[in-house]
């Protein structure tokens, strides 16, 4: 994953510098930096897939998959994990909640799925888009799960992967954080109707990060981790399109 500063108004020396910071410390290219300069929630990545994407059949349960670098690196799986299942992903590496709201309706809700898996939050508790407090990132939740249930699309919210420390960002100590923001979406899913999704549990181990043979970085999962989350999903998406 990432980490992107925040377009505030004019150009800043910090923005600057995070860009800089992006180009010399990651596999980033100078079109990389661009896009976080000119389009932040990166509208333009899904763009044309979306426009050739056919409308849903008659009785189709389509299926989006959407969040960050976890969800785009679990795409490639799909046909294998999820053969012959209208399931769509849209992840982008490094994003946070408020850029996956930006781009909730281009990239959910005109694609007209009956459900929607939303995996995010790691990304705003690592600070890739500058400082967030568990509240902002509920607020970002809460509007995308309204926006989907506006459209009469189903909700699964996932919890956030467990992760003891980020590499990027050593020494924010997330897992008591994600412990939290887990709790508090367990409990906001009950009260709206959404599907709670449980990858946590089955993923952590006794420090609350993930368990070494599901992942090579202790963020994103391997496809040995992507194999424990396949059946959950597909549970937690059955509930929903029972609702």
Request: glycine share 6%; hydrophobic share 45%.
């Amino acid at each position: 994953m990432i980490i992107a500063s925040v377009r505030t108004g004019p150009v800043s020396h910090v923005r600057l510098l995070s860009v800089l910071f992006l180009c010399l410390t990651t596999s980033w290219s100078s079109a990389d930096a661009q896009v976080v300069e000119n389009d932040w929630p990166n509208l333009a990545k899904y763009r044309d897939a979306n426009a050739k994407l056919a409308a849903p059949a008659p009785n189709e349960n389509r299926v989006v998959f959407y969040g960050n670098s976890i969800t785009e690196g679990w795409a490639r799986f799909f046909p294998v994990m999820f053969p012959g299942k209208p399931y769509i992903g849209r992840g982008i590496s490094g994003q946070t909640t408020p850029q996956m709201l930006v781009r909730f309706r281009q990239d959910v809700v005109a694609l007209k799925p009956k459900v929607v898996v939303i995996l995010a939050g790691t990304n705003d508790i690592a600070g890739n888009t500058g400082p967030s407090t568990l509240e902002m990132i509920e607020d970002n939740f809460r509007s995308m799960t309204e926006i989907a249930k506006a459209n009469g699309i189903r909700v699964v919210l996932s919890s956030v992967l467990p992760v003891y420390d980020y590499a990027w960002r050593p020494g924010l100590e997330p897992a008591p954080k994600i412990i939290a923001l887990n709790a508090w979406m367990k409990d906001y899913a009950a009260k709206v109707g959404a599907v709670y999704l449980d990858y946590h549990s089955a993923m952590a181990d006794a420090r609350q990060g993930m368990r070494a043979e599901l992942s090579n970085d202790g963020v994103h999962p391997t496809e040995a981790g992507y194999r424990v989350m396949a059946p959950l999903a597909e549970k937690a998406i059955a509930e929903a399109l029972r609702r």
